[in-house]
């Protein structure tokens, strides 16, 4: 059907139209100058501009990268404060510990053992959140499940990544507090006590 644009009359309240062209070979960056004289022939008094269609799809497509973006960034800071919680909570109950972290030394507790020690609490918190985090985290899929683009609700791929992140931020934040509470002197601590 051909129309021409001067009786287009619904494009003009809304600010003009847009008109899509397909090259038969080469480059459609080629053709902007060939089509803006043959649209200046017809109206010397019409604004117009080109866009590539990797652009109009890009441009449709900056809010939801913007939130993409801001999502992730958000993602990235929980983590750190769950990390730091999870260290503040382990430096806590080390210092707690102290006495009788102390107390193994003076009795010939190696250093590494101590470390295992602590870990081996934090491994058990840190366990169990990741456990309670997945089962929670596919219970809730469902509901996010429309939100998400190329991606399954329940990817096993971003399950066992996420969880071992998880772990791997758990073991950092417990590793540093229990490293320190193997370099305690004992005669100190026990003089302290």
Known sequence: MYLPLTQWDFAIPFGGGSISVRPASGSPVLLARTIATALTNVNRDVAFDFRTMTEQVNASLSQERLLAIV????????????????????????????????IRMALGAAPARVVRLVLSRVS???????????????????????????????DPVTLVGSAALFAAVGALAGWLPARRASHVDPAEVLRDS
């Open 124 to 154: 058990i918190l840190v366990g169990s959140g990741v456990l309670v985090g997945t089962g929670v985290s596919v219970w809730a899929s469902k509901f996010v499940a429309t939100l998400l683009y190329g991606l399954e609700p329940r």
């Open 71 to 102: 999502s992730g960034f958000f993602g990235g800071l929980a983590l750190l404060l769950a990390g730091l919680g999870l260290y503040g909570v382990t430096a806590y109950a080390v210092s707690r510990r102290r006495t009788e972290i102390g």
